[in-house]
């Protein structure tokens, strides 16, 4: 396991709709995993809601704890409106990391976030989904990289295939 660099860990997750986000956040953001704990998600599966497919190359694994089997240079990174938390915005990614994620309807248990190696919070009015925190957090992952991507090839790769938009140079008035 030892070739991952981007894991994420949901803790008791309870809708199909937000795994489904989560997995579709994985596939854009290129994380290594998804892994999950407890057993609603399960009940709920048969409603899948990956929509890009992304378990057909992002495993997702059912797992007694987050924490078992990682490898020594992996961080622990719980993501938590907690008090003491580094504001996502000045936190600085480690190279190999599992973010941890609460359930939907409580939060990242005291023992887990004992044992983090850092604790992080998105600033945010009022609190975000899983999907949605997710994704806020392999984005700012993605932003702060020095490997990003910029290129029109990858917008080319990534869009929608009825997305053909092209945007005019401000100067010369001719598409890009």
Same mark, same amino acid.
């Given at each position: 396991m030892s070739q991952h660099r981007t894991l994420i860990g949901l803790i008791n997750p309870k809708s199909p709709t937000n795994v489904g986000g989560v997995?579709?956040?994985a596939g854009c953001y290129q994380a290594d995993e998804v892994r999950y704990t407890g057993h609603r998600y399960d009940r709920a599966a048969k409603f899948c809601t990956d929509t890009q497919d992304v378990s057909e190359h992002i495993a997702l694994?059912?797992?007694e704890s987050l924490l078992? /089997? %990682?490898p020594e240079d992996v961080k622990i990174v719980c993501v938590e409106l907690a008090l003491g938390a580094t504001p996502l915005p000045?936190?600085?990614h480690p190279e190999k990391a599992i973010y941890i994620f609460g359930p939907e309807d409580n939060s990242i248990p005291q023992a887990i976030a004992d044992q983090a190696d850092h604790v992080v919070y998105v600033p945010t009015?009022?609190?975000m989904n899983l999907a949605a925190s997710v994704n806020v957090l392999l984005y700012d992952r993605l932003a702060k990289s020095t490997t990003m /991507? %910029?290129?029109e090839q990858r917008i080319k790769q990534s869009r929608d295939n009825r997305n053909r938009l092209k945007?005019?140079?401000a100067k010369t008035g001719a598409s890009a």
């Open positions: 997995m579709r956040a694994t059912k797992v078992d /089997d %990682l000045h936190f600085v009015v009022g609190c /991507d %910029l290129s945007i005019k140079d």
